[in-house]
């Protein structure tokens, strides 16, 4: 976790939140708080503000490297940084050494691995259409590409612990930084889950009784 995750979080994202998806944000606080070793997304216009995030991350102690233009790649570990370019765009499968790279549970690493890359996207439409149950509604990806997901990653099932760990690390930072309105979108995903799951054990109840 770096020093101010709120400053660095909020400086990144004024500065440079145009130029990314909104799937960055997910991805950018799991990193500032530690869950994350080192994420990977696309960026706009690199060369034009190339400058600025060198000295965003020499002020946050992070170190960043892009590919092919567009691939953008943030650590704290100049190394990871590095390794993580080079796993990324090698020609042969990789799906379970880039996974650990980007701090994924290893049994989501094994579970993409077994399907390949180019299967990501449709078994993840699949997987969301399925029940999320009680607290493992946390870790439903469907959110992701808004920026509103609890983990960065699609998990290897609907129940898998690893990923709810992950999901939970992250809520308890939002619990404790609940007052700014910086995590208003996480903050209302949460307590709209919760509804869901309050609701989702009355009629539990009520169908037994």
């Given at each position: 976790?770096?020093?101010?995750?709120?400053?660095?979080?909020?400086?990144?994202?004024?500065?440079?939140?145009?130029?990314?998806?909104?799937?960055?944000?997910?991805?950018?606080?799991?990193?500032?708080?530690?869950?994350?070793?080192?994420?990977?997304?696309?960026?706009?216009?690199?060369?034009?503000?190339?400058?600025?995030?060198t000295q965003w991350g020499q002020e946050h102690h992070l170190f960043h490297a892009v590919a092919f233009g567009d691939f953008f790649y943030l650590s704290p570990?100049?190394?990871?940084?590095?390794?993580?370019k080079q796993i990324d765009h090698a020609l042969?499968?990789?799906?379970?050494?880039?996974?650990?790279?980007?701090?994924?549970?290893?049994?989501?690493?094994e579970k993409i691995a077994s399907l390949g890359e180019g299967n990501i996207d449709a078994y993840e439409m699949?997987?969301?259409?399925?029940?999320?149950?009680?607290?493992?509604?946390?870790?439903?990806p469907a959110s992701y590409r808004q920026g509103q997901a609890f983990i960065s990653h699609v998990p290897c099932?609907?129940?898998?612990?690893?990923?709810?760990?992950?999901?939970?690390?992250?809520?308890?930072?939002?619990?404790?930084?609940?007052?700014l309105s910086l995590f208003a979108p996480w903050i209302e995903e949460l307590e709209k889950q919760k509804g869901d799951c309050h609701e989702h054990k009355h009629t539990s109840l009520s169908t037994v009784y």
């Open positions: 976790m770096i020093k101010d995750v709120v400053h660095g979080y909020s400086s990144f994202i004024s500065t440079f939140g145009a130029l990314f998806l909104p799937s960055l944000r997910t991805d950018l606080i799991l990193l500032l708080v530690g869950i994350k070793p080192c994420l990977r997304t696309k960026v706009q216009d690199y060369q034009g503000h190339e400058v600025s995030f570990s100049p190394g990871l940084v590095q390794q993580a042969v499968p990789h799906e379970r050494s880039f996974g650990h790279l980007l701090g994924y549970p290893e049994c989501c690493c699949q997987l969301v259409k399925e029940p999320f149950k009680g607290e493992f509604t946390l870790i439903n099932s609907t129940t898998c612990m690893p990923s709810l760990i992950q999901a939970k690390k992250f809520t308890q930072f939002l619990e404790s930084h609940r007052g």
